[in-house]
């Protein structure tokens, strides 16, 4: 492809030369950045399944303590359901899947955190990123620049 006069062969300009070779260090096969990310999702799906479920648990209080449990009706006839009682129902059931989901949460936490220890993944890979894009550390993932080989 390269005949004399035409300039340097495409193949060889668009092929990496042997010197050069990228160092992104992985454990189990993830760099610190996807560790990083795989924990921030873990935690903040804790951190969702405690928010919701402290919400339904403030809901069901303020419906409970806003009604009676007690329901006339004259005898030998039955009462009726009333609507507050489906909706307190309802509450505690969302409670319920709220709890559920948080321990699902919790149990991922803590399964991410098992396979990271297994593979020996660093405690500062585990933590939330401090550092900007403008303030790369040497020895990063995937943005780390080339290092040519003698």
Not at 14 to 20: A, E, G, I, M
Not at 119 to 140: E, F, I, K, L
Request: zero cysteines; proline letters at 7%; a neutral charge.
């Amino acid at each position: 492809m390269g005949a004399a006069g035409q300039g340097p062969d495409l193949d060889r300009l668009l092929k990496l030369p042997d010197s050069v070779e990228y160092t992104a260090e992985k454990k189990a096969g993830a760099t610190r950045s996807e560790w990083r990310q795989r924990f921030s999702e873990a935690r903040k799906a804790v951190d969702d399944a405690k928010s919701a479920l402290e919400t339904a648990q403030a809901e069901l209080a303020r419906v409970a303590g806003s009604k009676s449990e007690w329901q006339m009706a004259p005898p030998g006839l039955p009462a009726q359901p009333s609507e507050d009682s489906s909706s307190s129902f309802q509450l505690r059931q969302t409670v319920k899947r709220q709890r559920s989901e948080l321990d699902r949460a919790r149990a991922r936490l803590r399964e991410l955190e098992v396979e990271a220890n297994l593979a020996g993944v660093p405690d500062d890979w585990r933590q939330p990123s401090t550092d900007t894009r403008s303030s790369h550390r040497p020895g990063d993932d995937s943005a780390t620049a080339p290092a040519a080989t003698r």
